[in-house]
């Protein structure tokens, strides 16, 4: 198998949006069109017996909500197609900007109604400071939604980028009549369809078409006009600007009705990069090198409650991976060599026999692996940017029958390594505390716990109100640090010590009185990132 013609087919991407914005059903419908699955499941009939395929949690299935990232992988127009699925919440921001440091490339998803929303800006700034290119689809068309080129003026202004329409609509609400392809100078004709693919759609050629005008009169009249203002006022799409993440291609449509997604699919294979060169602390490493290397940049436990399993996600950066090949965890240096390697849709899952870099692919895990380790073939090497943010909300947990003590403590650990809640161990006895953004967090591990390790515990409110990881250049300086203040330290899920105080002015005597300790609000897997002043 050539390795280069196998990067050249992958891409690779995350969905962002704001919640609500639609990003499950484009992603439901994304599979459809690429023929992954025959029907699109709903994602807001709760009691439905569909439900989306990228919500495979059953809290998820009750909410109507995404809480945990999902991947699945399509072949589309000979191409291998890895689409990754991420919450829109901000309460789970942080298992989002970790899949972000897996993709590509991003689409982002806006609702027509309201624009640019807050979290869609937050999500948007982790792409860029990785310079990840963007396309944008504006969705929900068939509402009655703010005017395209308001939109449009809209995202320049507040992204700051330039845009450059692929598509636009003709029309909206009840008197949405179809996008017109500005690249291909036609016109597809707008029929509701929900769960199936439709058969052949009516497409009409030319901006001049007298047939559209006729048909679809001032509202076809209107998109012209807009077409020919927004083509001549804004730069033409230029590649290098996209892919450094400085100007985004933008597509319209209602993905509830399967309209303008093709345009989004074609999109994506077109304009989107293969996987490029990654960056270790030793090195740079291209996609093409002849041996395997690949980061975990996901945990997630009992996506097969019947087996109580847990997988780690693996993005394969350089050269081939066969199953049952020997790697090494660069983190702790052991060899694994695993047999029973999985590809993704969403909770479904198949053997693998091989991968490619751009693939995500799933090791069985037993606590061998953690978040941000690299495997190699051997060589010392250690990938980089994958973030833990310090949390801004803590809770002890206490289990309401004494007798389920281990396994709130089994899950709890199994919970933190994946990355679902942060859980801190005290250095001087006392329970497990938990830190997260956001309070959804909290409400999704109490149901987690209850529905997968048979846990009813409670959660009680502490004085914390900080956390910030804390490190030295001098050891021993850490260890009189530590000890000055072990009723405050706490361990992390990698056992990096972490100071929990009850006001950030604590954190600002502590940093005048010990100038030797480092405090951050920011953890690297590989280490800790950037001094965080108590005001941060």
């Known amino acids: 198998m050539n390795l280069d013609r196998e990067v050249t087919r992958r891409r690779t991407f995350a969905i962002i949006s704001h919640p609500d914005a639609g990003k499950t059903t484009l992603t439901e419908k994304l599979l459809l069109f690429a023929g992954a699955i025959n029907i699109a499941g709903s994602v807001k009939a709760r009691k439905a017996t569909r439900h989306a395929t990228s919500d495979w949690m059953e809290i998820e299935k009750q909410r109507g909500i995404s809480v945990a990232s999902s991947v699945m992988q399509m072949e589309y127009r000979d191409c291998i197609i890895n689409l990754l699925d991420t919450p829109g919440h901000q309460d789970f921001s942080e298992d989002t900007y970790r899949v972000l440091t897996a993709v590509d490339a991003a689409i982002m998803v806006i609702d027509a109604a309201?624009?640019?929303?807050?979290?869609?800006?937050?999500?948007?700034?982790?792409?860029?400071a990785r310079h990840t290119p963007i396309l944008t689809f504006i969705n929900k068309l068939d509402r009655e939604v703010r005017a395209p080129l308001d939109l449009m003026d809209e995202l320049e202004r507040v992204l700051g980028m330039d845009v450059a329409p692929f598509t636009w609509p003709v029309g909206m609400g009840k008197q949405f009549h179809g996008v017109f392809d500005i690249r291909d100078d036609s016109m597809r004709i707008f029929r509701a369809g929900a769960d199936r693919r439709g058969g052949n759609d009516e497409t009409l050629r030319g901006l001049d078409n007298p047939e559209s005008g006729q048909r679809f009169g001032e509202k076809f009249a209107q998109a012209r006009n807009e077409i020919e203002l927004i083509v001549g006022a804004s730069p033409g799409f230029n590649r290098d600007s996209f892919l450094h993440g400085k100007q985004t291609p933008v597509f319209f449509g209602s993905a509830i009705n399967n309209f303008g997604v093709k345009e989004v699919l074609d999109g994506l294979v077109d304009l989107a990069p293969a996987p490029g060169p990654r960056l270790a602390i030793e090195r740079e490493v291209f996609p093409a090198e002849e041996k395997f290397t690949g980061v975990v940049f996901k945990i997630q436990a009992n996506m097969d409650p019947a087996h109580r399993d847990r997988i780690a996600f693996v993005r394969?950066?350089?050269?081939?991976?066969?199953?049952?090949?020997?790697?090494?965890?660069?983190?702790?240096?052991?060899?694994?060599?695993?047999?029973?390697?999985?590809?993704?849709l969403s909770q479904r899952r198949e053997l693998l026999d091989e991968a490619y870099p751009g693939d995500i692919i799933g090791i069985p895990n037993h606590g061998t692996l953690q978040l941000g380790d690299t495997l190699t073939e051997g060589e010392s090497l250690q990938y980089t940017g994958l973030p833990f943010f310090a949390p801004e909300m803590f809770r002890s947990v206490e289990v309401a029958d004494p007798m389920r003590a281990k396994q709130l403590r089994t899950g709890l650990m199994q919970l933190g390594e994946e990355g679902a809640i942060q859980v801190f161990r005290p250095q001087v006895g006392g329970a497990l505390l938990l830190g997260a953004i956001g309070v959804l967090q909290f409400e999704v591990v109490a149901h987690r716990l209850q529905h997968e390790y048979g846990v009813a515990a409670r959660y009680l409110q502490t004085r914390h109100t900080m956390a910030r990881w804390v490190t030295a250049a001098d050891?021993?300086?850490?260890?009189?640090?530590?000890?000055?203040?072990?009723?405050?330290?706490?361990?992390?899920?990698v056992e990096a010590p972490t100071i929990l105080v009850s006001s950030s002015a604590e954190i600002k005597v502590a940093e005048e009185n010990w100038p030797g300790?480092?405090?951050h609000a920011l953890r690297e897997h590989a280490g800790l990132v950037g001094h965080t002043p108590a005001t941060a």
């Open 114 to 128: 309201n624009g640019v929303e807050p979290q869609t800006k937050r999500l948007l700034e982790v792409c860029r």
């Open 316 to 344: 394969v950066c350089s050269g081939r991976f066969e199953r049952g090949m020997r790697l090494r965890v660069g983190r702790s240096g052991k060899d694994i060599r695993p047999g029973s390697v999985v590809s993704f």
């Open 475 to 493: 050891g021993r300086e850490l260890n009189r640090f530590i000890e000055a203040y072990n009723q405050r330290i706490y361990y992390d899920a």
């Open 517 to 519: 300790i480092r405090f």
